[in-house]
T-cell receptor
Framework: DADVTQTPRNRITKTGKRIMLECSQT?????MYWYRQDPGLGLRLIYY???????NKGEISDGYSVSRQAQAKFSLSLESAIPNQTALYFC???????????????FGPGTRLLVL | AQSVAQPEDQVNVAEGNPLTVKCTYS??????LFWYVQYPNRGLQFLLK??????LVKGSYGFEAEFNKSQTSFHLKKPSALVSDSALYFC?????????????FGSGTRLSIRP
């Protein structure tokens, strides 16, 4: 969905390096999410934020941190990257309202991360 | 605790035949259920959802799914498959009565439609 953008799209880094993945949205949604996708494991939630002052851990938050800089921006950081963080990372947004888009998540195109 | 299962890693169907992608769930109350599709090198796209109301839900690209509470299932179906339906499909569930619940995704089913 072009309304949710992620940068970079691809990244190669070395073990121990700090990296940041960024997500921006123009949908005006209040909720934002970070997931990682690994083959055979589906999507697993890393962190989520229901508004600018609300940050919550997901299933697999260890080794990651996030920052909600504004309603439209939600960044994911790997403080010291390790090889098992090699994965495809997705940002998603949703609206807390109860209209026809209730509970629907809209995904960015993903960031493919390789940690050597 | 809530969970969702997609028992088939891969489903192969001939073009023009009906297709079914299976999904079962476990939640303590009435669930919110979703299907998403992922095409190569793309993010997930929403297909359809069940929140409340009619058990048969119709979504994008001619897909539909039926909420079956007794069987705790939400199988995705399409009467006549297209080659362009080939993709990775994810079922997801949320327990709306759990204040801390999030959407949980299944492991995905790869659908392959042969010409």
């Amino acid at each position: 969905d072009a309304d949710v953008t992620q940068t970079p799209r691809n990244r190669i880094t070395k073990t121990g390096k700090r990296i940041m993945l960024e997500c921006s949205q123009t949908k005006g949604h209040d909720r934002m999410y970070w997931y990682r996708q690994d083959p055979g494991l589906g999507l697993r939630l890393i962190y989520y934020s229901f508004d600018v002052k609300d940050i919550n851990k997901g299933e697999i938050s260890d080794g990651y941190s996030v920052s909600r800089q504004a309603q439209a921006k939600f960044s994911l950081s790997l403080e010291s990257a390790i090889p098992n963080q090699t994965a495809l990372y997705f940002c998603a947004t949703s609206d807390s309202g109860r209209g026809r888009n209730q509970e629907t998540q809209y995904f960015g195109p993903g960031t493919r991360l390789l940690v050597l | 605790a809530q969970s969702v299962a997609q028992p088939e890693d891969q489903v192969n169907v001939a073009e023009g035949n009906p297709l079914t992608v299976k999904c079962t769930y476990s939640v303590s109350g009435n669930p919110y259920l979703f299907w998403y599709v992922q095409y190569p090198n793309r993010g997930l796209q929403f297909l359809l959802k069940y929140i409340t109301g009619d058990n048969l839900v119709k979504g994008s690209y001619g897909f539909e799914a039926e909420f079956n509470k007794s069987q705790t299932s939400f199988h995705l179906k399409k009467p006549s498959a297209l080659v362009s339906d080939s993709a990775l499909y994810f079922c997801a569930v949320r327990d709306p009565y759990s204040s801390a619940s999030k959407i949980i995704f299944g492991s995905g089913t790869r659908l392959s439609i042969r010409p």
